[in-house]
Nanobody, 123 residues
Framework: QVQLVESGGGLVQAGGSLRLSCLVS????????MGWFRQAPGKAREFVVV????????YYADSVKGRFTISRDNAKNTVYLQMNSLKLEDTAVYYC????????????????WGRGTQVTVSS
């Protein structure tokens, strides 16, 4: 059974930074494409970013491009999301996701989801 556990969320002022982490256990982490999604109150879950298993393929949602950076450390079974220049509209629960390829993850149909970590951006 694959488990994804997010951490690093919290309260931050607008313009600040946070780094989220997602630790994966149970399977060979390097075989999976990894992604981040978020869900704001009253809204549908939305795609944020995906990184392929080889790190060579990365796609960002336009809303976070230039501010967020995804990376992965296959030796630590961990994917990271560095979030800079945070805005009020970035407030959401952030979910980690894993799937066999970047397309599946990006489509919102990964094999596995984490339980989420709350990010709150204040003015």
């Amino acid at each position: 059974q694959v488990q994804l556990v997010e951490s690093g969320g919290g309260l931050v002022q607008a313009g600040g930074s946070l780094r989220l982490s997602c630790l994966v256990s149970g399977r060979t982490f390097s075989n999976y494409a990894m992604g981040w999604f978020r869900q704001a109150p009253g809204k549908a879950r939305e795609f944020v970013v995906v990184i392929g298993w080889s790190r060579g393929t990365i796609y960002y949602a336009d809303s976070v491009k230039g501010r967020f950076t995804i990376s992965r450390d296959n030796a630590k079974n961990t994917v990271y999301l560095q979030m800079n220049s945070l805005k009020l509209e970035d407030t959401a629960v952030y979910y980690c996701a894993a799937g066999p390829n970047g397309g599946v993850v990006r489509a919102g149909t990964p094999e596995y989801w984490g339980r989420g970590t709350q990010v709150t951006v204040s003015s």
